[in-house]
């Protein structure tokens, strides 16, 4: 799945624009380096999100076309905030 889907899907970023954007800022890492909006996930996986008040930082722990807002949750684990 790509990046950007998934930060949309698991309801991390609001909306894809809004993630795409973020990836082609250079705001998100995956595994320690720079994610293209087009990058594919993989389980297990580490996702950094740089935001002007800090970071999230975690990993991926299960990949679904859609969920449900409760659902949401459970595709990825924090790791810091």
Known sequence: ??????????RIL???????????????????RAAKPSARLKIGDEVEILFSSGSLKFRVLNLKET????????LYEVITQ
Do not use: H, P, Y
């Open 1 to 10: 799945m790509r990046i950007d889907k998934f930060l949309k899907v698991s």
């Open 14 to 32: 609001k909306r894809r624009t809004v993630a795409q954007e973020a990836c082609s800022g250079e705001k998100v890492l995956l595994n320690g």
């Open 67 to 74: 969920v449900k807002k409760e659902e949401a949750a459970s």
